[in-house]
């Protein structure tokens, strides 16, 4: 799992690209989401809970 932060989408596709260089990196799956820092109104906090929670929802829709 990455998690990263960037300035706009170019860059995050540029990371991404950078990624698949390495033969070592398996890309069997990605799923990927963005969150508006700058939106304060909509605020969330990033944690490893959030991110945990968010993948077993993710399983469990792959399950079902």
Do not use: C, G, W
């Given at each position: 799992?990455?998690?990263?932060?960037?300035?706009?989408?170019?860059?995050?596709?540029?990371?991404?690209?950078?990624?698949?260089?390495?033969?070592?990196?398996?890309?069997?799956?990605?799923?990927?989401?963005?969150i508006?820092?700058?939106d304060?109104?909509?605020?969330?906090?990033?944690?490893?809970?959030?991110?945990?929670?968010?993948?077993?929802?993710?399983?469990?829709?792959?399950?079902?």
């Amino acid at each position: 799992m990455i998690v990263s932060f960037h300035e706009d989408y170019s860059s995050y596709v540029r990371l991404k690209e950078r990624i698949r260089e390495y033969p070592i990196v398996e890309f069997s799956e990605t799923e990927s989401f963005l969150i508006n820092l700058d939106d304060k109104i909509h605020y969330r906090h990033l944690t490893l809970t959030t991110l945990a929670q968010h993948m077993l929802t993710l399983k469990k829709r792959n399950n079902e």
